[in-house]
Every structure is written in C-alpha cells, then in structure tokens.
C-alpha cells in the first residue's frame, strides 16, 4: 500500500484528490511533533497556574462563563463529544472519511489546538488499520465548526458508537479490541479541538469538486462529439474571437475543443453548406464551459485553503502563552465555494441537455428521429433525453444556495451559521445527477457521430467513443437502456475521460 507523508499545512489539491481516491498508508512528518508538543504544553500551564480560559476549563456555548474543576475537566471533554454526537442520516462514504480525517490530522498537527501527540497519532493509526467512523451526514449548521460530523469522528476514540471496520460495520469497542488499540482518555481542551473546525464540510465540497472535475472534461468530450454529429462549425472556437473577449477560462476552453475537433472528417464535409450559425449550445460552448472553469479554479483555491487551514476554537500560541477565543470554525468561505460550484455544475448540464434534445430532434440535426433507425418501431433514446431533462430540472432546485440561509443555534450565541455542509452534501447529490445527463449526452453523441458513417470523427472522438462502447454497443435497435446510461456514469466517475481535458488543466489534475 503507498505511503504518504502528513506534511501539516501543506497538502496540495493533487494530495487531497489522490487520498479521496486511494487505500493509503499515512505517516506523520516528524517536524511538526515539537510544535504538537508545545501546544499541549502550553494548555497544562492554564491548568497548573489555576487560569480560567474558554474551552479549558469553562463550559461551552452559552456556558463559557461555567468553570469547571480540574477533577472533572476530561469528563467535561468526553461528555462534550458524546452530548454532540447527534447527527443523522445516510453515512458518509469511506473516501470522504478518510480525507476529512487527514484534513482534522493537519489541522490539530500544526501547533495551535492544544492536543496531545499520542491523539493524533491513535487517529492515524485507525485509518491504517481501516477503521473509519460512522458519519451521519445531517445535523452540521457549519458555524461552530461541523460538530455533530466531527464529534461522530471523535466518538471512535472513545470505543463509542458506530465504525466501519475493514468493510463492515461494527462498534467502535470491538474494532479498537480486534487491533488492540486503547481507548482515548481526553484531556483538557482536547475534545473541543476535535469538534470544532470545518474538516467534514470541506471534505465533502472537495468530493464535489473532484467530481465536478470529472464531469467537466466528460462534458468536453460529449459537446465536442455532439458539434460532429450535428455537423456543427469549428469557426466559433477559432481563438481570435476569445482573445477578444479576453476571459482565460473562455479561451482555454476554446483551445480544449479545437485540440479535440482537429482532424475531424466531419467538420470539412460541410465547409459549403447553407447553413450560417449553430445553436447557442453548440456555438457558445467556449463561453459557457470557460466562464464555468474560471468558477471551478476560484473555488478550488478557497477550498485548498481552507483544506490546510486551523480551524478550531481557541487557538494557542505557544510562543507568548496566549490562547485566543475566536471564529475560525464559521464555514462561511466553505459554504459560499459549495454554493457557486453547484451553480457552476448546474449550467453544465443545463448545456448538455439541450445539445441532446438538438441532437435527438431530426430537423436540427438532420439525423433519424431519436438517433435510431426505423424510427416508431423504435423509440431509440427519446425516454434518455427525459431522464436528463428531469435531472437538469431538478439540479435547479440543487443550485439554490445554502449559504443565504441562517438559523440561530446554541441559545442565540451561535446567531449567525454557513450551512457548509448542507451546500457541500447538496453539491455532491447535483453533480451525480450531472454525470446522468453527461452520460446521456456521451451515448446520443457518438451514436450521432457513427450514423454518419462513413465520415469519421477526430482521433480524440475516435478514442473517445471506442471507450463508450466498452459499456453500450451501438444503439441498433430498441434494448434495456438503463445498463448503458449506468455504465458510462461509471466511466465519468472513474475519470476515464479526464485525459481529453487537455489545455482546461483542472484545478486537482
């Protein structure tokens, strides 16, 4: 199994897509144990000098003004975790643990959360041993940090609640028996450490992104192969017209479809035809598909940042021995990259859905009605093209942002929340509607580009199909469809077409 090194603060959007993606085994960098060290520390002075600081020795919230004894400060950090552990809901998948676990593991590693080495060290030790917390992926406003995902995470060290244990689910007390792991006894400001910060809504919008990513040079693939079926002009994406607009998403975009159309057969079967000007989804794919990487670069940037970024409550500083109460933990920035990714997403498949119903409807594209022969026989791919006008319709409603909404929590001390993890969940539901309808798009476009046979596509478009066919044959007559759309989803999400995404250069790739 590859081994990767936690470099504290400095994971890379490569770093964090190949941990969402891969089984690894994960080591801590060496240099960051003095500053774990100092940290920890600097939290037991507070204690042994009889200080009052928030999240030490007081209580939370509303109580911060409680203190609390020393005899009772690690019942105070368990009964923290246990009392917030109250999430609900599908559990996160495997991948999305594993890189929101090391996401918290930078985070606490970087000297400012007052956590003892011996806890970070148990926490990459249970991933090693393929033990992952169940995470109900409801019940996290984003303010606070992500408490209820998080305080699920931390219950494992504890031997509480629910865990994924190579492949099944168990409690969290046998797994830690089977490989003989103690459990965590809490010291003071430990618990909190664990709790706060944005760790589960950032894992879960960089899933999001990663996917969208996915979708994105899939989406390419299929406008390219669909300009080809509907014998479209190459003219549009000649690159002086984007250099006058000036926008670098919008020409890169440009150069990525030219790169793929070059060589087309079927782009010079029609230099001479009547026709003057394609439709805007066919036309303007440079504009839309650029100004939507332009969304994709931004958005990455926030959530690199916050990736790497401290973000529970308080901070200690151990070179002046301040500890500093203050609101890293508001997943604002999270929620707001979440929100514009899902808008983003969304006009992907908006565009796609109407190349196909262009493509399917024979006075546009001047091929069979449905992309079949023998049409009223055959329905050919009239129900694929609802399918995708229904999910397209339903990424509207995905689109809306969370981040606009705000409940109170917490006896109105917590007046103000992101609704992070909300956006990311939602973000991540949107774009696996979005590989449903690319899919739909990739199989009406390559049966297009095959029923002008003869003719052939690009090198790219030859490639390109040749690998839709290893999930759906030609489309000769009417047939089970479902096993087709599922099996090019399946391509899409494993990132087979992310190689034609050429001069886009995503942000993660």
Known sequence: MPKFIIKPGQLTLRDCRFIFENELEFELEQSSFNAINQSAKTVQQVIEEKRTVYGINTGFGLLASTSIPDDKLQLL????????????????????????????????????????????????????????????????VGASGDLAPLAHMSCMLLGVGEVFYKGERVTAKDALLAEGIEVTALAAKEGLALLNGTQASTAIALSGLFKAENNYAAAIVAGCLSVDAALGSIAPFDDRIHQARGHLGQCLAAKAYREFLGGSELLHSHVD????????????????????????????????IEANAVSDNPLVFSDSGDIIS????????????ADSL???????????????????????????????????????????????????SENKTLAHPASVDSLPTSANQEDHVSMATFAACKLNELVDNLAGIVAVELLCAAQGVELRSPLKSSPSGIKAINIIRTKAEFYKKDRYMASDIEGIIGLIDSGKFNQFAGAVELPSL
Do not use: W
């Not at 991948?95 to 011996?118: A, D, H, P």
């Not at 439709?279 to 650029?290: A, D, E, F, H, K």
């Open 326 to 337: 203050g609101g890293n933990f508001h997943a604002e920035p999270v929620a707001l990259a």
């Open 77 to 140: 950090q368990e009964s923290l975790v246990l009392s917030h552990a109250a999430g609900i809901g599908k559990a996160l998948n495997k991948n999305i643990c594993r890189l929101l676990l090391v996401l918290k593991i930078s985070s606490l590693s970087q000297g400012f959360s007052g956590i003892r080495l011996q806890v970070v060290q148990t926490l990459i030790e249970l991933i090693n041993k393929d033990i992952f917390p169940v995470i109900p992926k409801k019940g996290s």
């Open 342 to 392: 899902a808008i983003a997403a969304s006009e992907i498949g908006a565009i796609s859905e109407r190349r196909i119903a262009l493509l399917l409807d024979r006075h546009l594209s001047q091929l069979p009605p449905f992309l079949v022969n023998d049409s009223g026989v055959n329905s050919g791919f009239m129900i694929a093209q609802v399918t995708a006008a229904a999910l397209a």
């Open 273 to 304: 035809c009547e026709k003057v000007q394609d439709p805007y989804s066919l036309r303007c794919q440079p504009q839309v598909m650029g100004a939507i990487l332009d969304q994709l670069k931004f958005q990455s940037s926030i959530l690199l």
